[in-house]
């Protein structure tokens, strides 16, 4: 499933597997630390405009922060004519905000090809909805975002999906709660992904970090994520959800023209002819509304030759 295929931004929230209820780490288990460190440094910068005077600038009291107040979701049952049993659909009311949340606590979110037939129908639902500019993908429950493809229904067969590492990795941003653990496991399940979960993480966190993390299969906490770059940032798992919809809001308050652009033109460099031609549908989109771009589609309607002479031809 090629989640660029979606123009709108995405975020993920949630965590791939997360320590049991009691807080304490399971044997042979990665043991996990405090929020501290860079992970705090990066919550604080989430918020915080910086300015060399010591009071805010222009520039924050202009744009100032976005709200952390809960959102009220309201929830959608079936989607494409379907009725959704292993996904959770929602949107936020009065604002653009979508939310698929993987919804297999008891198998710690692991996907079935339904799951991620469910969660594509949601997808194009939000990217077909002018209303949505973000999508938070996340996983049910405390314990996991999702721990990849269900074991119990992998067939000989085998489905063109990756593990739920790589769907957050193909996510533009990803906000960790500070219990989660990352890791990709398929070389000791008899598994790999030779696609995006391979180069995208490669792109991520470097080649040698890639090597290590698929050739020894072992697992990261979120201040390790963190530091290699895995995720954008880390905060308490009570914290997330607030977290994730002040991310949401304030990207929701710049451009839509520019982030559609940015994301084209930093996906662009990466996926070839497919990212290019991408970034020049975007381009041809705002050509269309731009004076220049009517001048020849009414001049050939009116039947007459087109007047290109009043459009500046710039350095
Ligand atoms: C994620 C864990 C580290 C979490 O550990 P913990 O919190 O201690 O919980 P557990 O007690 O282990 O799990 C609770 C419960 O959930 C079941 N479960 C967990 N994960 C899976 C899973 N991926 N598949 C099936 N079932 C799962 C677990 O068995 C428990 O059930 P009980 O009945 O209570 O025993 C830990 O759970 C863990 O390591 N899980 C496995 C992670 C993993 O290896 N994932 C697979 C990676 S490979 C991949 O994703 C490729 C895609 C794929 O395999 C696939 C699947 C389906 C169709 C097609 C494909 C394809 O290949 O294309």
Same mark, same amino acid.
């Given at each position: 499933?090629?989640?660029?295929?979606?123009?709108?931004?995405?975020?993920?929230? =949630?965590?791939?597997?997360?320590?049991?209820?009691?807080?304490?780490?399971?044997?042979?288990?990665?043991?996990?630390?405090?929020?501290?460190?860079?992970?705090?440094?990066?919550?604080?910068?989430?918020?915080?405009?910086?300015?060399?005077?010591?009071?805010?600038?222009?520039?924050?009291?202009?744009?100032?922060?976005?709200?952390?107040?809960?959102?009220?979701?309201?929830?959608?049952?079936?989607?494409?004519?379907?009725?959704?049993?292993?996904?959770?659909?929602? /949107?936020?009311?009065?604002?653009?905000?979508? /939310?698929?949340?993987?919804?297999?606590?008891? /198998?710690?979110?692991?996907?079935?090809?339904?799951?991620?037939?469910?969660?594509?129908?949601?997808?194009?639902?939000?990217?077909?909805?002018?209303?949505?500019?973000?999508?938070?993908?996340?996983?049910?429950?405390? %314990?996991?975002?999702?721990?990849?493809?269900?074991?119990?229904?992998?067939?000989?067969?085998?489905?063109?999906?990756?593990?739920?590492?790589?769907?957050?990795?193909?996510?533009?941003?990803?906000?960790?709660?500070?219990?989660?653990?990352?890791? =990709?496991?398929?070389?000791?399940?008899?598994?790999?992904?030779?696609?995006?979960?391979?180069?995208?993480?490669?792109?991520?966190?470097?080649?040698?970090?890639?090597?290590?993390?698929?050739?020894?299969?072992?697992?990261?906490?979120?201040?390790?994520?963190?530091?290699?770059?895995?995720?954008?940032?880390?905060?308490? %798992?009570? =914290?997330?959800?607030?977290?994730?919809?002040?991310?949401?809001?304030?990207?929701?308050?710049?451009?839509?023209?520019? %982030?559609?652009?940015?994301?084209?033109?930093?996906?662009?460099?990466?996926?070839? =002819?497919?990212?290019?031609?991408?970034?020049?549908?975007?381009?041809?989109?705002?050509?269309?509304?731009?004076?220049?771009?009517?001048?020849?589609?009414?001049?050939?309607?009116?039947?007459?030759?087109?007047?290109?002479?009043?459009?500046?031809?710039?350095?």
């Amino acid at each position: 499933m090629d989640l660029r295929m979606s123009r709108r931004v995405t975020v993920l929230s =949630q965590h791939l597997v997360g320590e049991d209820a009691s807080g304490a780490a399971p044997a042979g288990e990665v043991e996990l630390q405090p929020l501290s460190g860079r992970a705090a440094a990066s919550q604080e910068a989430s918020t915080s405009y910086a300015s060399a005077t010591g009071r805010p600038s222009s520039y924050a009291r202009v744009h100032g922060s976005a709200s952390r107040a809960p959102a009220r979701w309201r929830r959608i049952d079936t989607v494409a004519k379907e009725q959704l049993r292993e996904v959770r659909y929602e /949107k936020a009311e009065g604002e653009g905000i979508a /939310k698929i949340t993987i919804n297999r606590p008891e /198998k710690r979110n692991a996907f079935t090809p339904r799951t991620v037939s469910e969660m594509s129908w949601c997808f194009a639902d939000a990217r077909e909805d002018p209303a949505v500019g973000v999508i938070i993908l996340t996983g049910e429950g405390p %314990l996991a975002f999702c721990s990849g493809g269900d074991q119990s229904v992998r067939g000989a067969g085998g489905y063109a999906v990756g593990g739920g590492h790589i769907l957050h990795m193909m996510c533009d941003l990803t906000i960790a709660a500070d219990n989660a653990v990352f890791g =990709q496991t398929g070389p000791k399940v008899g598994s790999f992904d030779a696609g995006y979960g391979s180069t995208q993480m490669a792109r991520l966190v470097g080649q040698k970090k890639a090597r290590e993390m698929w050739f020894l299969a072992r697992l990261y906490d979120a201040q390790q994520a963190l530091d290699m770059g895995l995720v954008n940032t880390v905060v308490p %798992l009570e =914290q997330l959800e607030a977290e994730t919809l002040q991310w949401c809001r304030e990207i929701l308050k710049n451009s839509p023209t520019a %982030l559609r652009v940015l994301k084209s033109a930093l996906n662009a460099a990466e996926d070839g =002819q497919a990212g290019i031609q991408q970034l020049g549908g975007d381009a041809t989109l705002l050509f269309y509304q731009s004076e220049e771009g009517n001048e020849g589609r009414q001049a050939y309607m009116d039947k007459r030759p087109p007047d290109f002479s009043r459009f500046k031809r710039l350095p």
